[in-house]
């Protein structure tokens, strides 16, 4: 996405880039992108429970300039609401999943079939769609884009994503590569000093960087092939600790020097590790120090970017998103021994799903019945609820057929994988 699109909503094309964006997670990936777990899973619900809220903030904040641009807010970010949110789910999470395995490679094997299965499911049925609704100008036609998507390194390597919310698979990535390296090293409890120094390289690269300094074709190519090669080695156990370092070495310096937004790329990042140092606090290593230290720089970070005109970064608008995804979660973690309604989990099991094929459909939906703008406020009320009911059954399905069967043949071919290396004595230790 172009410096332009991120500045100026426009209803006909993308919005800005924070209300693009959002997940798991997975934002899922937990964010998702979002990796969702059962609906009601004991203790962990509440992290379902705001990825379903995450997921349909950025669902709000994509159609509401199509079907009721009115009810849009912009005293806060709504898309950035949702992705700040899916990003502290995923720091809160992903490490300590990690750890919990203590394997490196089961770790990996567990994202590739948890992300890859639905992503390329997209990317194909967008390819094909292109022969009524073309493929985003942003996807460059060169093979650099083939190599970035497969990588999912996308905004990183400053490449347009087929499907625009896409982007936020590229931060997700950086963490997972940057948390296995440090696990490796053994430096993985470090979370809130690690969102400290994210923070501060968040302000400073506002300051000094406005645009990618390692531009072309070339990264997405080059990230691609090392991406592909390590992950090779983390998985099969070949050259895993060398091949660890190198990926995030990688995604390192593509941060800073890859990204549309630089500063952006580091405020992402200081986010989603202090999600982990909120998991360390929990857990009472920590204390909350590190936690507001970062938030205060996280908030700072934009102040005098070139950025700094856009709607969504001046003050007001980007601290009052902050502050509202971290109460969100906060209210989250306050909660978490409650009951949680049976709707939002139920929304958190198929977020990743919501995420990726929403803007695809709303995008169909504006190529199938023309302007929007033009049809009355009955005509787009009742279009809006159709489009959420489909979308949100569509979702059901891919996650019922797609992705819950992708998850369950990465579990099982984990537990082979265990049960070969505790065989063979190549037990892997959890670095203290």
Avoid at 55 to 62: I, K, P
Avoid at 193 to 218: E, K, Q, T
Avoid at 332 to 343: D, K, N, T, Y
Wanted: hydrophobic content about 55%; charged content about 10%.
């Amino acid at each position: 996405m172009t410096a332009t699109e991120r500045e100026t909503p426009r209803p006909d094309a993308t919005p800005p880039h924070a209300a693009d964006r959002p997940a798991q997670s997975s934002v899922q990936s937990s964010a998702q992108g979002p990796a969702g777990r059962p609906a009601g899973a004991g203790r962990l619900a509440w992290l379902d429970a705001l990825r379903g809220i995450g997921a349909m903030a950025v669902v709000a904040e994509h159609a509401l300039p199509w079907v009721m641009p009115s009810l849009r807010p912009y005293w806060f970010n709504l898309g950035m609401y949702g992705v700040l949110v899916f990003f502290l789910v995923s720091g809160y999470i992903i490490p300590a999943s990690l750890e919990k395995r203590g394997d490196v490679g089961a770790f990996w094997i567990s994202r590739v079939f948890r992300l890859y299965p639905l992503y390329l499911l997209v990317i194909v049925f967008v390819l094909v769609m292109a022969v009524w609704v073309p493929v985003r100008q942003e996807v460059p036609r060169h093979p650099s884009a083939v190599a970035a998507h497969l990588s999912m390194l996308l905004d990183v390597v400053h490449i347009g994503a087929v499907a625009d919310p896409m982007w936020t698979l590229s931060y997700e990535m950086v963490f997972y590569l940057l948390v296995t390296a440090l696990f490796a090293g053994g430096m993985h409890r470090r979370s809130g000093m690690l969102a400290i120094v994210f923070g501060v390289v968040a302000v400073a690269a506002g300051l000094v960087l406005s645009a990618p300094l390692l531009p072309g074709h070339w990264p997405a190519v080059a990230a691609g092939v090392v991406f592909v090669a390590g992950l090779v080695c983390l998985i099969t156990g070949r050259f895993r600790t060398v091949a660890a370092y190198a990926l995030g070495l990688m995604a390192l310096v593509l941060l800073l020097f890859g990204s549309f937004v630089p500063w952006f790329g580091a405020a992402i990042l200081a986010v989603m590790f202090t999600g982990t140092a909120l998991y360390r606090w929990e857990r009472g290593t920590a204390g909350l120090g590190p936690v507001v230290a970062a938030a205060v720089l996280v908030a700072a970070a934009p102040v005098w970017s070139a950025q700094a005109g856009w709607w969504w970064v001046q003050p007001d608008v980007w601290i009052t998103t902050i502050v509202l995804a971290g109460v969100t979660f906060a209210i989250g973690m306050a909660l978490r021994g409650r009951r949680v309604p049976g709707v939002l989990t139920w929304l958190g099991l198929i977020s990743y799903s919501v995420y990726l094929l929403h803007h695809p459909l709303l995008k169909y939906l504006n190529a199938l019945v023309g302007d929007l703008k033009s049809v009355t406020d009955t005509g787009r009320a009742a279009l809006a609820l159709g489009y959420l009911a489909g979308m949100l059954t569509l979702s059901w399905l891919t996650y019922r057929f797609v992705e819950s069967p992708a998850q369950r043949l990465g579990r099982r071919i984990t537990r082979r994988s265990s049960s070969s290396s505790h065989a063979s004595g190549r037990d892997i230790p959890v670095p203290g």
